[in-house]
């Protein structure tokens, strides 16, 4: 085998390798970017079995450079089969700079994701999780997508 070939792959194995990252869950649910996030839809994330109690979960908001605010408040019900509510928040989740303006978050061009921490006692029997936009807007341009990341 060629040498370029040879360190070829090795290189992209290990880049591959170093990307990857052990989640116990991870999905986003896109939203419609022409009308944006209307305050009367919910997003709901089915967890299923996954055990929460005790893991870092992360909130995952993917904007663009157009949203027109700095932060963005979501509230956050954990349900448990019956669709019981277990608990309720309301977070806030700062999107860009106070002082600069620039996005805060991971990105390119006008795409930007930023993760926070949940701040949510996940009590046994949790097993879904429903977002819902809480800006006082009815319908929210910027917002792309949201997503739900738990790590091990």
């Keep these: 085998m060629n040498k370029s070939v ?35 839809d919910s997003l709901r994330f089915e967890l299923g079995d996954v055990v929460i109690s005790g893991k870092t979960s ?28 277990l608990e309720n928040k309301l977070i806030n989740v700062p999107l860009f ?13 006008s795409t930007y ?8 006692q996940f009590k046994p029997g949790t097993n879904s999780l429903t977002l819902l936009q809480y800006m006082r807007q009815e319908t929210l341009p910027g917002i792309e997508a949201a997503g739900i990341k738990i790590l091990p």
């Design 58 to 85: 992360l909130l995952a908001i993917r904007f663009t450079d157009n949203y027109p605010f700095s932060n963005f408040y979501v509230r956050i019900l954990a349900k448990d089969s019956s669709n019981q509510i």
């Design 6 to 40: 040879f360190w070829g792959i090795l290189m992209i194995l290990a880049f591959g390798s170093s990307c990857s990252e052990d989640r116990l869950y991870e999905d986003y649910i896109p939203l419609d970017n022409v009308s944006g996030w209307n305050q009367n």
């Design 113 to 120: 994701t930023k993760y926070d921490t949940l701040p949510i």
């Design 97 to 109: 700079d106070s002082k600069t303006g620039e996005p805060l978050g991971e990105g390119f061009g």
